[in-house]
């Protein structure tokens, strides 16, 4: 185990330490223990990068910090352009708090949530006071790198602009709003406990991952655009509903220090910013030992909580599964799916990224030339985007977390396992994509109208087709039945020739809308032709 | 009583009690252990095992009556006593994504050991259990067998006097079995005490010289494998076992169970 140069830091305050009553070498060795173990897991905001040959020994967070430096480059505008401070230093904190609480629960909750420290270690001859203080510098050591990362480089450039006093208010700023973070996440964490069990927690983060790695995506957008979005003219009129938004508070030192603008409400946000996380801080401390309490639960599950039946999954079974067994796996896909986090982490950002990718491209389209130009537009088109995600998450198919399950295929008495593979694509088409179609279908209605019908359900067929064509990548191996450690996320050659084959599928179905009735003639053929491929799939590449 | 101040005892349970809200789980244990027993602890599921070896552990720290360890009761603040003391737990909690070097040495010197002598000493122990090859890879990687020996390994590192074993065997292979087994009487005969919690009455019957019987948070019987035989009039622990936790419908339910099997 490497020498952490964080502890040889920490090594200087050796002295304070143990005049705690704190046994210094033991706590050293537990956080050193608790650095290696960060060291090896890889963060969320890596979810979406290729996978690269393991490399001995390197640290996934440090860096995963490079990202936030890279992201950090968004906020330069809040602090550098402009004085409105209250309305700058609001979004600078408002980015910064959700940043670092997503990261934080998506990363750091096994940290919160460890049970395995009390059986580990307090087993071993370590006071409770040790190990609470290890607890404590480690989360702190993390926040400490988190948010110097985030802030550094848009402070400093703030801090040549608008002068020291700056510097000073946006790091105490920053260590205020980390103590408010933590309390908030424990005490989000502490009900969570407190009313559902460990597997709706667990759940509950799965989800926040998702929505860090869908902001992060977003955030390279918006990074691109913030120098154009930011309007420093906008004035501050004060209401009482800006009580409720704690980034304000944080926002309004700045205002009342270096404008010395010193009215009711931008004192009374500075008096929140600076009491409300030691309130907080209190009341945490109050309740840690029944959150402890509760953290017990995590490891026994009251189990009951008999689940909700989807009345309608068994509609659609007896709707589009025929045989038998393609009925068996279809439910069978269903719930692996639905239950599997670590496939949703794969799959579920690129599912939220197709949502919105649409509407990003028309967004541009508008501040190029005008809504009603984009009503008479053929953009409705853009749906073709939410296909983007299909042959990653086709590929993603035949991994699992519980992949040594996959035994269970062979052992069976079956003669083919075409069905197996059919039904998880009827699935995946029904529970992954049909929603975001769906979605998109609704709302480009509403801005297109109905003239546009035949057109989405040609897209639809497309992406029926698609998702065959697709399945070659599945060729060979069986669905869920390898390590998600093997996924080397498919990069390179397979989807550029997946995405060109779906550029045609768009090209062609842009030239046939000049064509007069060529738009349901189409559907017809498409139809024809994804029935056949179906079927020929379900002869050849799905059997052996 | 005379036992009682005798420097030989390592613990010792005065009244025991323990419960979670309204259910009782230790309803008043009383137990004295010397020097060199190997001591067989059993019970049914929910029998109150688990939380006996988590209150000697100092885990739990609300209870009813006396702890004594080493001729010194136990309270929350002095955490001394486990210096001298070994645990295997149930399940195979370890922090998984070390190597069992990093793991070992470090559990080693939270003993108090030195880096140095720690990793030696875990070294030369894997290497005895055939596990030399994989000191350095991560136990995530370990089949069941390999984790629980470098769990062993652990509770040992340190020489303790006192061992808690619950369900120390899980996982190993017949030939590891028997080593550990030797381990446990050649550790037991130089004086270490033995803590041993299982659910495999076999094991149990040939390696503890005392027997402890745990059911509904009272000891039900206490005595060697042969004085309890005498007492029940019964052939082997199991069915002492059973009698004892008054369970005998096992006949019952093995016929229901293969009935529904048999059910098209």
Known sequence: ?544 | MSIETNQDVVLCLKDLKKDYGTKNVLKGINLTVQRGQIIGYIGPNGAGKSTTIKILLGLESEYGGRVEIFGEEINGNDINYKRKIGYVPEIAELYDNLTANEYLTFVGELYGMDLQAADEKARSLMKVFGLEAVYHSRISSYSKGMRQKVLIISSLLHNPDLLFLDEPLSGLDANSVMVFKEILAVLASQGKTIFYSSHIMDVVEKISNRIILINDGKIVADGSFNELKEQNKEGTLEQIFNQLTGFNEYKALAEEFVSIVQRI
């Open chain 1, 1 to 544: 185990m490497k020498n952490f140069r964080t502890l040889r830091f920490l090594d200087l305050f050796r002295g304070l330490f143990e005049s705690f009553g704190i046994n210094y070498t033991v706590m050293r060795r537990i956080l050193a223990v608790k650095l290696t173990m960060d060291g090896r897991r890889t963060p969320t905001i890596f979810n979406q990068q290729t996978k690269k040959k393991k490399k001995p020994e390197e640290n996934g967070f440090m860096k995963s910090l490079g990202i936030y430096v890279l992201l950090s480059l968004m906020l330069i505008p809040f602090t550098m352009l402009g004085s409105n401070f209250l309305y700058q230093m609001s979004i600078f904190y408002g980015i910064v708090m959700f940043l670092v609480m997503t990261s934080m629960i998506s990363d750091f909750s096994n940290v919160l949530l460890d049970v395995r420290d009390k059986a580990i270690l307090l087993t071993k001859p370590v006071n409770k006071k040790t190990l609470n203080v290890a607890k404590t510098i480690h989360v702190c050591i993390y926040l400490i790198f988190l948010t110097t990362a985030l802030t550094a480089i848009p402070l400093l450039i703030g801090t040549y602009r608008h002068g020291i006093l700056f510097l000073l208010l946006g790091v105490i700023g920053l260590v205020l709003v980390n103590l408010f973070i933590v309390v908030v996440t424990a005490i989000i964490y502490y009900f969570i406990l407190r009313f559902f069990d460990g597997e709706k927690l667990k759940d509950i983060i799965n989800y926040v991952q998702i929505g860090l790695s869908v902001s992060i995506a977003v955030g390279y957008q918006v990074l691109a655009r913030s120098f154009s979005v930011v309007d420093m003219n906008i004035t501050f009129t004060p209401s009482w509903w800006q009580f409720l938004i704690p980034p304000i508070w944080f926002g309004a030192p700045f205002e009342l220090f270096l404008k010395h603008h010193s009215d009711f409400y931008i004192i009374s946000f500075s008096m929140l910013a600076l009491f409300i996380p030691i309130i907080a801080i209190i009341i945490y401390s109050r309740l840690m030992p029944s959150f402890e309490r509760n953290l017990q639960k995590l490891t026994h599950n009251s189990g009951g909580g008999s689940r909700k039946k989807h009345w309608w999954i068994n509609g659609l079974v007896n709707v589009i599964c025929r045989s038998k067994e393609e009925k068996v796996f279809f439910r069978f896909a269903d719930n692996m799916m639905r239950n599997e986090r670590e496939f949703r982490l794969k799959v579920y950002p690129a599912l939220g990224m197709s949502l919105i990718v649409p509407f990003i491209f028309m967004f541009n389209e508008i501040q190029l030339n005008s809504y009603a130009h984009l009503v008479t537009s053929k953009w409705y088109l853009s749906v073709y985007f939410s296909c983007l995600m299909i042959p990653n998450a086709v590929a993603m198919l035949k991994y699992s977390g519980k992949y040594k399950g996959a035994w269970i295929y062979q052992s069976a008495p079956l003669q083919s396992l075409a069905p197996l593979y059919s039904a998880v694509l009827k699935v995946f088409i029904a529970n992954l994509f049909l929603p975001i179609y769906l979605i998109l279908s609704a709302v480009f209605i509403g801005i297109f109208g109905l003239k546009i019908i035949d057109d989405l359900l040609v897209v639809l067929v497309t992406a029926t087709l698609f998702t065959v064509i697709c399945s070659n990548y599945l060729k060979g191996t069986l669905p869920f039945s390898e390590s998600f450690e093997d996924a080397l996320q498919s990069g390179g050659l397979k989807v550029i020739l997946a995405l060109l084959c779906l550029a045609v599928f768009a090209g062609i179905h842009f030239a046939i809308t000049f064509i007069p009735f060529g738009v349901p003639i189409y559907l017809f053929i498409l139809i024809m032709i994804t029935f056949f491929s179906w079927k020929q799939a379900y002869r050849t590449v799905w059997n052996f």
